[in-house]
């Protein structure tokens, strides 16, 4: 009995961050202090285009799926109340515009049932591309293929995001700090799962040897998740500023600029790799950027 009264006092410190999270997101500058580094690219105007505009198709497949641009939406929650009224509207506008979308990190579910159905949305979203989501730092904590596979299952999913976030993790100072051999064993994900692996940073950006070995581990593709956009040692300075952990609240605060712009990682990885299908975000915030 009191291993899973802790048990259940863990999840529900771990949904009230997650609903702190949201709150920030809603509430504060959460923005990292880098740019992007789109302001540094100048697109050359043509007074003479040579076509019809209403030739321009930017359609694409994407896992075998027809989609009417090459758009996603990226994870952002699970686990809440809330989240599933978040994923259930984000999934009703992915279908209508027929683009890609990804839930927040499954983990949640995994470990309580009950919380499934906040990452479920299929019935109103039958047609699109959809990407289930696990943190890949969690092969270090006893996940594995398993649960892989059942986060693919709990959604119907066409793909799987594992994403990296080992500054948030050190930041957080909760533990799950250990990064070593990440690779290895995202390698052993990709060859034991028969669904393409997608690997993404959450806002700090991706170097071109970084997504050489995940390229060369069997990945399908990367997302750059660029600096630029949200900000999570941000987020994670504004959990900390109404707790005695000051030092950690400081900590947060410096690395409110740090990362890879996402337009420096972005040209350094389409440079770099070719034929790897690249997805890029980190402050994607108009169609001139994209």
């Not at 809603?26 to 880098?34: A, R, Y």
């Not at 515009?97 to 109103?124: A, F, I, N, P």
């Not at 071109?208 to 630029?228: F, H, K, Y």
């Not at 005695?244 to 605060?253: D, E, I, N, R, V």
Request: glycine letters at 10%.
């Amino acid at each position: 009995m009191k291993g899973k009264m802790m048990a259940s006092a863990d999840l529900d410190f771990r949904l009230s961050l997650k609903e702190q999270h949201i709150k920030f997101c809603l509430e504060k500058n959460v923005e990292s202090g880098n740019k992007t580094g789109f302001e540094e690219y100048y697109l050359m105007n043509e007074g003479l285009p040579d076509f019809a505009l209403d030739s321009v198709d930017i359609s694409c497949d994407f896992l075998g799926k027809k989609i009417s641009a090459p758009f996603v939406i990226s994870p952002i929650t699970g686990g809440l109340r809330i989240s599933q009224t978040i994923n259930r509207n984000l999934a009703r506008a992915a279908q209508e515009l027929k683009v890609v979308m990804s839930v927040g990190s499954q983990k949640l579910g995994l470990e309580d049932c009950s919380l499934t159905s906040t990452y479920q949305v299929r019935d109103v979203a039958p047609d699109i591309p959809l990407l289930a989501n696990l943190g890949a730092v969690y092969f270090n904590y006893g996940y594995g293929v398993e649960e892989c596979k059942r986060a693919v299952d709990m959604i119907q999913a066409d793909g799987l995001i594992l994403y990296l976030n080992p500054l948030q993790k050190a930041l957080q100072g909760r533990g799950q700090t250990n990064f070593k051999d990440i690779t290895k064993k995202i390698a052993r994900i990709c060859k034991e799962i028969q669904l393409p692996i997608i690997v993404k940073e959450v806002g700090f950006g991706l170097s071109l040897p970084t997504a050489t070995v995940l390229r060369d581990a069997g990945v399908w593709a990367v997302d750059i998740a660029g600096a630029g956009g949200t900000c999570w040692a941000r987020i994670e300075r504004y959990l900390r500023d109404n707790t005695p952990q000051k030092g950690a609240c400081s900590l947060a605060s410096a690395f409110g600029n740090w990362g890879i712009p996402t337009a420096k990682s972005l040209v350094e990885i389409v440079n770099g790799l070719k034929n790897t299908p690249i997805i890029a975000s980190g402050g994607i915030r108009t169609g001139i950027d994209m």
